[in-house]
């Protein structure tokens, strides 16, 4: 049935700037096109929205949130308990303010509302849309996906990475301020401003928040860029009020001890040698838009919000992507960028010894000075950067909430983009599989002087390298090194060192108790690769009765994913007697999966070739249960290939 007249909408996403933006922009827009009536926004206390959304004149109510991903167990544990209590917050707001659509940006303050609007879809007859501004989202937005109407997505790649397949790229919705072409004459603005009419200026923010090594690096590089001829910083210190880290209170004294009596702590300027004022910090730029306008070069994080505002306003960036966040989105965000030549990027480095993350300030100037004395490369960056935007995005995001709130499905994105890291990824693995495939000879060579080297990196991706190593040259001698990190190496890393044992030549000593710890892991993964290693070994593992009620238990368990069930069920034939197996296999004769049913399929014909199914009369009855139908678009049927592989292993003489 078609809405007419606005309707009343929740806005919810939050933590920084970078998620609250997004939802007031779209809000801007709701309300321009007459979708958008009444708006509340729920939030966190104590957060970016609880400074910038009141300015904005819109409502807000808080709900209890926090974040998944980066915590042991036990801290996700909490999470989940505080974002239940969330949830059960959040259907109070969602019960009293009775909307017809939720629009989500992300950050895990929006998690507990998307859970209540999906739980009250029914009664209140809402629409939740979700929109998605990093290039890879973080695990609870991946996870909101699937509870979405529908994913506005402002990377083109970003339907790899997310779960639902409602996805529309619309680009990244900036504010209004962003895409008004003001009467303001460039001069003007920057007398009005405050900003000497013919110097470079630099525009220095780490967001809503602040960003601790963006503020302590540039603290230490002004030195040096005082001694810039025409140069003026401006320099946003950040919102960040906490125990952790306060912008304000760690950056003056970092800047006084700098600089020296050339700062002046009270008004936050700075002079340079010849006495010109170059540097002013302000705690927050609520009027950013007109900084942004204003300067020649931009300096901050790489969250989406602050790519896009770069794209539409043209303005040459240096990104500083916050390392280690969910999925490393901000390092995918700036480096998609600069694949287009769109900005540049400067990493931020992992802190050692305890010490915080840090950017290296004599490379933060240089790159500040060598884009401050060459305007021509300036020029290309801002025309890159303006090449890139997407000015449609409002539009095409308002007219496709419309056509929800009318009931009738957008056209969502069809085009899955692989993103180039994802193929660079891909090429060393071919590389592992080159080293598997062919004699020894030079590379092999060459990679065995790498094991060790790779194996002692302190980063996690150097780390993985060695361990995809060990298992493509069987390194038998390592193999201890990888049974020993299963206990202390991220998720990843415990997959692929399991993988790398099962390409072990024979079953080594510690083989059995690793593949008990990887059926029990968390990470689904590690227990599917835990049953490769049980099933390229079966007589030495199968032999363990530990492993056998380990296999047994995964296969049973409905909570399981379909890959590990469907990997259980293939070793289950390996490692079980057949009285066990059988009755195992009963029940997925007549799974709804499909895959699961393959999987049956494949133990049987294993099972009737190794001579370890002997009852044919039993096989035969439990093949005639069997369902071959299968829901995919394929002329090929699978699932009926092998159907027929089993009736023919059944029909072939037993060994």
């Not at 209590?85 to 998690?111: C, D, E, M, N």
């Not at 001890?257 to 302000?282: I, K, M, Q």
């Amino acid at each position: 049935m078609k809405r007419s007249g606005p309707v009343r909408v929740v806005l919810t996403g939050g933590g920084t700037g970078g998620h609250v933006y997004p939802a007031l922009a779209l809000h801007e827009a709701l309300v321009e096109a007459g979708i958008a009536g009444e708006s509340l926004y729920l939030g966190i206390r104590g957060r970016a929205e609880e400074v910038i959304v009141p300015r904005h004149g819109l409502r807000l109510g808080f709900v209890r949130a926090a974040p998944v991903a980066g915590s042991g167990l036990l801290g996700k544990l909490r999470a989940g308990v505080t974002i239940a209590g969330g949830v059960l917050q959040a259907i109070g707001h969602l019960l009293r303010f009775r909307p017809k659509l939720v629009v989500a940006t992300g950050g895990y303050a929006s998690a507990p509302v998307v859970f209540a609007a999906f739980l009250l879809r029914p009664w209140l007859g809402l629409r939740i849309v979700l929109d998605e501004q990093n290039l890879a989202p973080g695990l609870l937005n991946k996870a909101a996906s699937l509870l979405a109407d529908l994913v506005l997505v402002a990377f083109r790649e970003t339907p790899y990475f997310v779960w639902s397949t409602r996805c529309l790229f619309t680009g990244y919705p900036v504010r209004a301020a962003y895409r008004e072409v003001g009467e303001e004459e460039p001069a003007a603005l920057r007398r009005r401003l405050g900003v000497p009419e013919e110097a470079t200026l630099v525009v220095v923010s780490g967001g809503s928040l602040g960003s601790r090594s963006i503020n302590r690096a540039l603290a230490a590089a002004l030195p040096a860029l005082a001694e810039v001829p025409g140069l003026f910083i401006v320099h946003g210190l950040g919102l960040a009020r906490g125990p952790e880290y306060d912008a304000v209170a760690d950056s003056l004294p970092r800047l006084a001890a700098a600089l020296g009596e050339r700062f002046d702590a009270a008004s936050r300027t700075a002079r340079n040698a010849a006495g010109e004022l170059f540097y002013r910090a302000t705690e927050y730029f609520h009027d950013f838009a007109d900084w942004q306008r204003a300067a020649d070069l931009v300096v901050g994080r790489a969250g989406a919000g602050a790519l896009a505002e770069t794209m539409a306003l043209g303005r040459a960036m240096i990104a500083v992507p916050k390392r280690g966040l969910p999925g490393d989105h901000q390092e995918l965000n700036a480096v998609a960028l600069a694949e287009e030549g769109a900005v540049e990027v400067l990493f931020e480095r992992a802190g050692l010894g305890g010490e915080v993350d840090q950017v290296p300030a004599e490379e933060l100037a240089a790159a500040i000075v060598a884009l401050a004395n060459d305007p021509e490369r300036r020029a290309r960056l801002a025309a890159r950067a303006r090449a890139l935007d997407t000015p449609e995005s409002a539009r095409l995001a308002t007219e496709a909430i419309r056509l929800l709130l009318a009931g009738r499905e957008p056209a969502t994105t069809s085009a899955i983009v692989e993103p180039a890291f994802v193929r660079f990824q891909r090429q060393y693995d071919s590389l592992v599989a080159h080293l598997e495939a062919t004699p020894r000879g030079l590379y092999h060579r060459l990679y065995d002087a790498k094991v060790d080297e790779y194996l002692a990196a302190g980063d996690e991706a150097t780390v993985n390298r060695g361990i995809k190593l060990v298992g493509a040259l069987r390194r038998a001698d390592r193999y201890p090194e990888l049974i020993a990190g299963l206990a202390r190496w991220p998720g990843f890393l415990r997959r692929n060192a399991l993988a790398a044992l099962a390409k072990a030549e024979r079953c080594g000593e510690g083989f059995a108790a690793a593949a008990e710890r990887g059926l029990g892991d968390s990470y689904w993964e590690v227990r599917r690769e835990a049953l490769a290693l049980i099933l390229r070994f079966p007589a030495e593992l199968g032999a363990v009765p530990a492993l056998g009620r380990g296999v047994e238990r995964l296969a049973g368990r409905r909570r399981e994913g379909f890959e590990v069930r469907g990997a259980a069920l293939r070793a289950a034939v390996a490692v079980l007697d057949e009285r066990r197996f059988l009755a195992l296999a009963a029940p997925f004769a007549t799974e709804r999966s499909v895959r699961l049913r393959e999987a049956l399929l494949d133990a049987v014909a294993r099972g009737l070739e190794s001579g370890r199914l002997r009852d044919r009369m039993a096989v035969r009855l439990l093949l005639e249960r069997v369902v071959v139908t299968t829901s995919e678009f394929s002329p090929s049927f699978r699932i009926r290939e092998r159907f027929l592989a089993a009736a023919r292993a059944l029909e072939e003489e037993p060994r």
